[in-house]
């Protein structure tokens, strides 16, 4: 059974830092992985998406990276400014053409100025 | 362009009662699905559709009932609400084009049972 795993639950960084946030699945082989935003009492954005084949994909200051051999990817926040503080949560879609798309618990990220 | 747009935003239910929450797309996407929302669970998908009269159980199908008779709409149905029911449920939709399209999500319906 496929599991998401980001680490840590929650993050807490002064404004203009380069970030790291981190997500680890156990199956690799995926489809593809998608990258979320939650603020609170909203649903979820979509942020990037990258398909199995692509080691990465870019918009903005974001970036987001693919290793499926290790079962990871990260996504990398450039300058962080205190609006990018919400909960940031991993998917992954099974191999397969599945509907079922598998997530982690999220990660919360505050920016303080 | 409304997106995913859940209906009601809130709903207090007793044990026993039933309700349906709505959910429709306007943008002509294939495939809908319903989730909902724990605190320490994350999002648990309780079931989809691959498109106007298919649909699929998720992770976490039981007490619920889904239908699609349309592209554009998706309702869930609780048939007998009970306080493990307690959550924040949403709707999403992608496109088609083999899986590589982005999910759109609603702004999500929270719900109490009492």
């Known amino acids: 059974k496929q599991e998401v795993t980001q680490i840590p639950a929650a993050l807490s960084v002064p404004e203009g830092e380069n970030l790291v946030l981190n997500c680890s699945f156990t199956?690799?082989?995926?489809?593809?992985l998608q990258w979320f935003r939650q603020d609170p009492g909203k649903g979820l954005t979509s942020l990037l998406l990258i398909q199995s084949s692509q080691r990465e994909q870019t918009s903005g200051r974001l970036n987001a990276s693919l290793d499926k051999s290790s079962g990871r990817s990260t996504l990398y926040i450039a300058a962080s400014q205190p609006g990018d503080s919400a909960t940031y949560l991993c998917a992954v879609y099974p191999q397969g053409g599945s509907e079922k798309l598998v997530f982690g618990k999220g990660m919360k990220l505050t920016v303080n100025p | 362009n409304a997106g995913v747009t859940q209906t009601p935003k809130f709903q207090v239910l007793k044990t026993g009662q039933s309700m349906t929450l709505q959910c429709a797309q306007d943008?002509?996407?294939?495939?809908m699905s319903w989730y909902r929302q724990d605190p320490g669970m994350g999002l648990r998908l309780i079931h989809y559709s691959v498109g106007a009269g298919i649909t699929d159980q998720g992770e976490v199908p039981n007490g619920y009932n889904v239908s699609r008779s349309t592209t554009e709409d998706f309702p869930l149905r609780l048939l007998s609400a009970a306080p493990s029911q307690t959550s924040v449920y949403f709707c999403?939709?992608?496109?088609?084009?083999?899986?590589?399209?982005?999910?759109?999500f609603g702004d999500g319906t929270r719900l109490s049972i009492l």
């Open positions: 199956d690799s082989a995926i489809y593809n």
């Open positions: 999403a939709s992608r496109g088609g084009g083999g899986g590589n399209q982005p999910q759109h």
């Open positions: 943008m002509n996407h294939e495939y």
